[in-house]
């Protein structure tokens, strides 16, 4: 440091001095050593607590993104999201707002499928009605032969043999087609508790000769304004099939009540379940899956529970198999026969 002298104004001298650094490097290294301290506190403060908000802040809107670019190659059902930032802020109500679209286009969807699907079923309704009507022409006829010939032909041992062969068939081949008409009116008297528990009795028989463990609970405890065959119809189907997939041992429950205005049938069995890919064709005729030859039962219990104005559907999980039929009541007074759509 160099300083000049003065006195009076006049410049007498200079005055220098001197400091050795050694004095000041401690000083200095001691500072610096407790800014970095300081600094590396305020770091690991800081850091943790801005990650965590960059995380809360970045976290739903990557989030959504990654859902919103699933919505048009994906079905909205694949589409999985939770909105976990309910903020009232603008992420909050992009978050809630997509949440709503994609419920809309899952309910949408579903709505879709079920009209392709009763589209489908109705399709198949009638091209098999028109066929089974177009059959039913020249079997009524052919019976007709058999009974003629029998009355006024030749009365031979193999003659007869062979017409009771060929009539057999052709009964058979009449019940097949009656399981395709539908729509045959009827008399019956309404749905009481004991036509419930005759489908009971004739279940029973099937269920020990398997070892089926049988759950039974009816909650129908007044007549009601139902027609009679064409409900225990669809009991004994659905009960017939979940005997025949819970196999020996299974379990098989049934439960009917009536809950306001309407009657819910739900039958459950423990047995191979149906694949998802298989369920939206479930209640069509003669689907053959994995080999396995599926008759008209469950198509009939279908077109059944249309005529009767219900809904019926089915779920199904690795040991756990569920039908569920609504069928609604009415709850003005009926007459104790009703009209009813049955098979034939």
């Known amino acids: 440091m160099v300083l000049p002298i003065l006195y009076d104004g006049v410049e007498m001298g200079t005055l220098v001095l001197a400091y ?3 004095v000041f490097a401690p000083r200095f290294t001691a500072l610096a050593q407790r800014a970095a301290t300081v600094t590396a506190l305020v770091l ?3 850091l943790p607590a801005g990650w965590f908000w ?4 970045a976290r739903p809107l990557v989030d959504l993104a990654n ?3 699933k919505v048009g190659p994906h079905a909205a059902e694949q589409v999985a999201y939770v909105h976990r930032y309910r903020g009232q802020d603008e992420i909050g109500r992009l978050g809630t707002e997509f949440q709503r679209m994609l419920r809309a286009l899952r309910d949408k969807e579903a709505l879709e499928r079920q009209m392709i699907a009763s589209d489908r079923l109705a399709a198949i309704g009638r091209l098999t009605a028109g066929i089974a009507h177009e059959i039913n022409n020249p079997l009524g006829g052919m019976l007709n032969a058999i009974s003629t010939f029998r009355r006024h032909g030749p009365r031979d041992e193999l003659t007869t043999r062979t017409l009771s062969l060929v009539e057999r068939g052709l009964r058979q081949v009449r019940e097949t087609v009656a399981a395709l008409l539908v729509e045959a009116r009827v008399e019956s008297h309404a749905l009481t508790r004991e036509d419930v528990e005759d489908t009971r009795t004739l279940l029973l028989a099937v269920a020990q ?4 463990h049988l759950q039974w609970h009816n909650g129908i405890d007044a007549p009601l304004p139902l027609p009679s065959t064409p409900t225990r119809q669809i009991l004994i189907n659905l009960l017939y099939n979940a005997v025949q997939a819970a196999g020996h ?3 098989v429950s049934c439960r009917t009540v009536r809950v306001k205005d309407a009657l819910e049938i739900e039958v459950v069995n423990d047995g191979r379940h149906v694949p ?3 369920l939206p064709y479930l209640f069509e005729p003669f689907l053959q ?4 030859r599926q008759g008209l039962g469950l198509w009939v219990t279908y077109q059944i529970v249309q005529q009767l104005g219900g809904e019926i559907s089915a779920t199904s999980v690795p040991g756990h198999t569920v039908f569920r039929i609504r069928l609604p009541v009415r709850t003005t007074h009926e007459p104790e026969a009703v009209a009813e759509a049955v098979p034939g």
Do not use: I
């Not at 960059?54 to 802040?57: A, D, P, T």
């Not at 000769?209 to 089926?212: I, V």
């Open 20 to 22: 050795s650094g050694k």
């Open 44 to 46: 690991l403060l800081l």
């Open 54 to 57: 960059g995380r809360l802040v």
């Open 67 to 69: 859902a919103m670019g």
């Open 209 to 212: 000769e398997k070892g089926l």
């Open 249 to 251: 041992g299974g379990h």
């Open 276 to 278: 998802p890919e298989r």
């Open 289 to 292: 899956p994995e080999g396995e």
